[in-house]
């Protein structure tokens, strides 16, 4: 089991409409969670930190962690051409301070 | 502020040949990381720093050495360059293991 997973996609959705993307992770003493958004040939971009269980909200973003189901989302509403892009969910490991990233999810937002 | 700077931006090998990846920082963060992507496959750890003078491996740490040099740099070393090890590699850094990381712009090699 990969220690951090996502579908990799990709997720089509129309422009205006929410677009809902699911992370899992395996190690239950993950303390740290991160949403980074990376567009093709560029660097990774942090867009959301979540810590804490429930949500939080920034902007057309909102993050939502359950640590007891170990999973982790993000919600982005309108979603605009400009989102297209893959989002890549990182976990940091309580114990060794790894940062561990799953496969990424391809959101595609069309017109 | 220059924050993460890796060098070189493009890179072909020979397969055999050896050459070392730079990445220095200037956020006085205390972790590095080395990554490689491959299509599909997300970001993959090869070696992390959680801070100067420690180095410990990730998932796919074969045919990778690392140095952290000092608190600014750690540098990402291939001995004898492989097929199977060309990829994109990005160097991140983290004011510690709980914080942000900001990325490096990217190193795209390429093993002949």
């Known amino acids: 089991q990969k220690e951090v997973e996502q579908n990799s996609g990709p997720l089509s959705v129309p422009e205006g409409a929410i677009a809902s993307l699911n992370c899992t992770y395996s190690?239950?003493?993950?303390?740290?969670f991160f949403w980074y958004r990376q567009y093709s040939g560029k660097s990774p971009e942090l867009i959301m930190s979540i810590y804490s269980n429930g949500d939080k909200e920034d902007g057309r973003f909102t993050a939502q962690l359950n640590k007891a189901s170990q999973y982790v989302s993000l919600l982005i509403r309108d979603s605009q051409p400009s989102d297209s892009a893959t989002y890549l969910c990182?976990?940091?490991?309580?114990?060794?301070?790894?940062?561990?990233f799953g496969q990424g999810t391809t959101l595609q937002v069309k017109p | 502020n220059a924050g993460v700077t890796q060098t070189p931006k493009f890179q072909v090998l020979k397969t055999g040949q050896s050459m070392t990846l730079q990445c220095a920082q200037d956020m006085n963060h205390n972790s590095m990381y080395w990554y490689r992507q491959d299509p599909g496959m997300g970001l993959r750890l090869i070696y992390y720093s959680a801070s100067e003078g420690t180095t410990d491996k990730g998932e796919v740490p074969n045919g990778y050495n690392v140095s952290r040099l000092n608190k600014r740099e750690f540098s990402l070393r291939l001995e004898s360059a492989a097929p199977s090890q060309t990829s994109v590699y990005f160097c991140?850094?983290?004011?510690?293991?709980?914080?942000?990381?900001?990325f490096g712009q990217g190193t795209r090699l390429t093993v002949v």
């Open positions: 990182a976990v940091t490991s309580g114990n060794t301070g790894k940062l561990i």
């Open positions: 190690d239950r003493v993950s303390q740290s």
């Open positions: 991140a850094s983290t004011l510690q293991g709980r914080t942000e990381a900001f």
